[in-house]
């Protein structure tokens, strides 16, 4: 997978680019790569999408030392490269906290955005005084590595991939590089207000997957239901997946992402595509 860069005032996005068709741009979850879409990326190009993978904000190749890693930080830099791109309206998939900056990118450009898929979409709520000081302490050198190494294998409860062990290596190699455990910690406590309050202003067609099973959640299908009526979109639970159902269970996550994507013709209903 080679890595193409787009440079911006106050950094450099890495991203990946493949194949041709329709724009699908897709944003990882805070502490993690854009190979997170490995799997969701072959499923769509062989269904002749284009898709582009970057890396957040102090992640993967993407350059550290940002001032802004909130939602609204990663929004902007997704319609940057959307723009850069020259070939949107984009479809944008995002995870975790990278759904709230897909949020953020759809309600201040809808002119770019075509559609939305939000997986397990941390959209609102901010850590009180307290968590981020515990927060700051357990992802503290010299151990923070190895502690988010153990917190990222509690989210995928039913099972791991097949290159589990490569690709945990190369996460945790890479947050291991200096800057990137720091910008982890950022991304955690920074405040997704920018994407709670822009909820019902989204007006593009949205899915969100939420895994049945997903321990940052009290109770996911009540938080994918919420998310979905605040934004007027359809989900899908994925019955025994964690965060990453696309990454879990990708033979079920995937097709159902390529059939809403089918449904953005201009000849069918959008509203009928919501249901």
Same mark, same amino acid.
């Given at each position: 997978m080679s890595?193409?860069? #787009?440079?911006?005032?106050?950094g450099k996005?890495?991203?990946s680019d493949q194949g041709t068709g329709p724009l699908v741009?897709?944003?990882?979850?805070?502490?993690? #790569?854009?190979?997170?879409y490995r799997f969701l990326t072959l499923q769509l190009l062989s269904e002749g999408f284009r898709v582009v993978a970057m890396d957040t904000r102090g992640h993967g190749e993407t350059s550290v030392g940002w001032k802004d890693y909130s939602v609204a930080g990663v929004g902007s830099?997704? #319609?940057?490269?959307?723009?850069? #791109?020259?070939?949107?309206?984009?479809?944008?998939?995002g995870t975790s906290m990278a759904a709230g900056?897909?949020?953020?990118?759809?309600?201040?450009?809808?002119d770019l955005v075509r559609a939305l898929v939000l997986i397990d979409p941390a959209v609102h709520g901010d850590p009180d005084w307290l968590t981020r000081g515990l927060l700051a302490g357990f992802f503290a050198r010299p151990w923070g590595t190895a502690a988010w190494m153990w917190y990222y294998a509690k989210l995928f409860p039913g099972r791991k991939p097949a290159d589990w062990v490569e690709y945990t290596a190369a996460l945790k190699s890479n947050l291991a590089q200096p800057g990137r455990l720091e910008s982890l910690r950022s991304m955690m406590v920074a405040s997704k207000a920018a994407s709670a309050s822009r909820l019902e202003k989204v007006t593009v067609p949205t899915l969100i997957l939420m895994g049945s099973k997903d321990p940052d959640f009290k109770d996911p299908e009540s938080e994918a239901q919420w998310v979905a009526g605040q934004v007027k979109g359809a989900y899908h639970i994925i019955a025994g997946a964690g965060h990453y159902p696309h990454v879990e269970m990708p033979e079920i996550a995937g097709p159902k992402i390529v059939a809403f994507l089918k449904t953005l013709q201009p000849e069918v209903n959008l509203e009928s595509a919501r249901d």
């Open positions: 890595t193409e860069f #787009l440079q911006i005032p106050e996005i890495a991203y741009v897709c944003v990882p979850g805070m502490g993690d #790569l854009r190979g997170e830099d997704t #319609l940057a490269l959307i723009r850069s #791109l020259g070939a949107g309206p984009a479809v944008v998939v900056a897909a949020v953020w990118a759809a309600a201040e450009a809808p």
